[in-house]
């Protein structure tokens, strides 16, 4: 059974820094393409940053050059860097992974391109 545990969340002020984890347990990093989701207040889930087997990774034009995801597949542990964080960074965020092996990220990232979902971890910025 493949689970997803989120964790790293909090608050922050604008600029600041948080950094998530996604510790993964039946399921493998290094075989799947992983990504980080969020869902902002009133707001649709969208993709925020992906990672392939290859190491190789994709992100959303809103967190170009501030965030920046990574994995270390020994430790089966997913992350996401979040520097100079915005009000509007404020989500719930989700660690997600594919069902399909050795697959690419998608230039656009989009729900149905994953398979499993982790239960979020809340990150509020604000002042």
């Known amino acids: 059974q493949v689970r997803l545990v989120e964790s790293g969340g909090g608050s922050a002020l604008p600029g600041g820094s948080l950094r998530l984890s996604c510790e993964a347990s039946?399921?493998?990093?290094?075989?799947?393409?992983v990504a980080w989701f969020r869902q902002g207040p009133g707001k649709e889930r969208e993709g925020v940053a992906c990672?392939?087997?290859?190491?190789?990774?994709t992100y959303a034009d809103s967190v170009k050059g501030r965030f920046t995801i990574s994995k270390d597949n020994d430790q089966n542990t997913l992350y996401l860097q979040m520097n100079s964080l915005k009000p509007e960074d404020t989500a719930m965020y989700y660690c997600t992974g594919d069902e399909g092996w050795f697959r690419r990220c998608p230039a656009v990232l989009t729900e149905p391109d994953f398979a499993y979902w982790g239960q979020g971890t809340q990150v509020t910025v604000s002042s």
């Open positions: 039946g399921y493998t990093y290094r075989q799947h393409r």
């Open positions: 990672i392939d087997i290859y190491g190789t990774a």
